[in-house]
C-alpha cells in the first residue's frame, strides 16, 4: 500500500506535472501554427482552453510567389495629329525649244528663290528659259567677295539673255570699306558709296542693251531690317529707272494691311498660306511663286508675249510676231435717259419748270402758310377757345343734332 506520506508528495507534484503538460501542448502547437490559423484566432479571440487544449486545424500551406501577370500590351494608338494636308501637285517643267529666249536671274539668296518661282510660272512654255545665276552670300558691299557690276558683263556675254531680273540687297545690311575706313550701315559717307555702285551695276546692264527689271525687297522679321530694306528699295528704283530698267515693287505682298512683316498670307490665288519660314528671312515654294507673280507681267510684255485673263499663259514661239489685240466687239446699248428731256413721260416740260400760277392770298391755306394766321374756329367747335361761348348758326345745329349718336 502507498503510505499517505507518498500520496501527499504525489498530490504536490501534480500542478507542476500538469503545467508540464501544458507548457510541451502549447509549444507543439506553436511548431505547427500557421499564419492563417494565427489570423484566425485573432480574429475569434484566445482562451484559456485552447492554450491547454489547441484545436487541431488544417495545415494550411502558405501561398507560393505568384508571379504578377504582366498587362497586356497596349495596341498602338492611332496618331490623333491632324490629317497632312495633299502635297502641291508638281508642275512638270517641259523640254524647251532650241530657240527658246533666256531670262537671266542674278543677284542673292532671294534671287534664287525668284528664280524657282519663275520656273513654276514657266513651266509649260517651249519658248521661255529661266536661267538663274545667282550667288546667296552676294550684295553690294563686298566687292571683293563678288564684283556685281564686273561680273553681270560677262554673264550677259555668256548666256545671251532676252531680259535681265535683279533681286539682291539682304546681305548688305554691313560695314563697307571707303577710302580705307570701315563705314556703319546708312551712314552718309556709306549711303553715297552705295548709291554710286548699285548705279555702275544699272550701268552696266544699261550698256549691253539688255532690258532688265529690278525687283526690290521684301519686309522681314526683324523691325531693323524691316526698316533698311525700305530705304534699300528707294536707292534700287533710282538706279533703275536712271539707266532704262522697271522696278518692280513686291513690299504690299508681304505685309499685311497695316505694313508689318506677315509670315502667311494669300497666295497667287488669294489663298491663305505660308509665305517666310519661322526665321522671317527665307521664303517659302508659295512665297517664291508670289515673287514671281509680281514679276511675270512686266516680263510678258518685255518678251512681247501675251497671257488672257482667267485662262493658261499662251506662249508665242521664239522669233513669232506679237499679234494685235482683236477690234472691240460692238454692243447695242440702250441710251440712258437724259434729265433734259421731258418728252419721254409724255411731259412738254420738267417739273417746276413754268412758274407756278398766283394763288389767292384770301384762302385760309395761303393765310396760314404765308402770314402764318390760322382761320377763325367754327362756334362750338374743338378749337373755340372764345369766351363767353358763342351761339351756334340754326345750320349748324341741325348738322350736330343728326350726326349725333343717339343712346
Known amino acids: 500500500m502507498v503510505s499517505a506520506a507518498r500520496i501527499r ?21 506553436a511548431a505547427f501554427h500557421t499564419p492563417a490559423v494565427a489570423q484566425e484566432e485573432q480574429r475569434r479571440g484566445w482562451s484559456l482552453r485552447d492554450l491547454l487544449f489547441p484545436r ?46 533666256t531670262v537671266l536671274v542674278v543677284g542673292d539668296f532671294m534671287a534664287s528663290g525668284l528664280a524657282e518661282g519663275l520656273d513654276i510660272a514657266f513651266a509649260e512654255s517651249t519658248s521661255v528659259r529661266i536661267v538663274a545665276r545667282s550667288n ?6 563686298r566687292d571683293d567677295f563678288y564684283n556685281w557690276p564686273e561680273e553681270i558683263k560677262s554673264l550677259i556675254e555668256t548666256e545671251k539673255p532676252a531680259a535681265v531680273i535683279v533681286m539682291m540687297g539682304s546681305n548688305d545690311r554691313q560695314q563697307m570699306r571707303v577710302n580705307d575706313e570701315r563705314e556703319q550701315p546708312r551712314s552718309e559717307a556709306w549711303t553715297k558709296e552705295y548709291e554710286r555702285r548699285t548705279e555702275a551695276f544699272g550701268k552696266a546692264i ?27 528699295n528707294d536707292i534700287y528704283r533710282s538706279a533703275a529707272e536712271t539707266h532704262g530698267g522697271e522696278f518692280v515693287d513686291i513690299w504690299d505682298g508681304f505685309v499685311d494691311e497695316d ?6 498670307g494669300p497666295d497667287i490665288n488669294g489663298q491663305p498660306v505660308r509665305l517666310r519660314t519661322d526665321d522671317g528671312i527665307y521664303v517659302s515654294k508659295a512665297g517664291k511663286r508670289k515673287l514671281a507673280f509680281y514679276a511675270e507681267k512686266p516680263l ?20 513669232a510676231p506679237v499679234e494685235a489685240p482683236a477690234a472691240p466687239i460692238a454692243v447695242d446699248r440702250t441710251v440712258p435717259m437724259l434729265l433734259g428731256d421731258p418728252a419721254l413721260d409724255g411731259g412738254s416740260e420738267l417739273l417746276g419748270a413754268a412758274p407756278p400760277a398766283k394763288a389767292d392770298r384770301n384762302l385760309p ?32 345745329a341741325a348738322t350736330e343734332a343728326t350726326t349725333a349718336i343717339s343712346p
Open 259 to 264: 505694313g508689318a512683316f506677315v509670315t502667311s
Open 56 to 101: 487541431r486545424y488544417e495545415r494550411v500551406e502558405p501561398p507560393r510567389e505568384i508571379q504578377r501577370a504582366r498587362p497586356p500590351k497596349a495596341k498602338a494608338r492611332k496618331s490623333r495629329a491632324a490629317p497632312r494636308r495633299p502635297a502641291e501637285p508638281t508642275t512638270p517643267i517641259v523640254e524647251k525649244a532650241p530657240d527658246a529666249r
Open 136 to 141: 546667296g552670300s552676294s550684295g553690294f558691299v
Open 365 to 396: 391755306g395761303e393765310k396760314l402758310i404765308v402770314e402764318g394766321k390760322a382761320s377763325d374756329a367754327s362756334p362750338g367747335r374743338a378749337d373755340d377757345f372764345s369766351w363767353p361761348p358763342r351761339p351756334q348758326s340754326a345750320a349748324a
Open 9 to 29: 508528495v504525489i498530490l504536490r507534484r501534480v500542478p507542476i506535472l500538469i503545467l508540464a503538460v501544458a507548457v510541451l501542448a502549447v509549444s507543439t502547437a
Open 300 to 319: 510678258l510684255k518685255i518678251l512681247g508675249i501675251t497671257a488672257p485673263t482667267g485662262t493658261a499663259a499662251a506662249y508665242a514661239p521664239a522669233g
Open 206 to 232: 544699261a550698256s549691253a542693251k539688255v532690258p532688265y527689271l529690278w525687283v526690290g525687297m521684301p519686309a522681314f522679321k526683324a523691325p531693323k531690317m524691316t526698316s533698311d530694306m525700305l530705304a534699300f
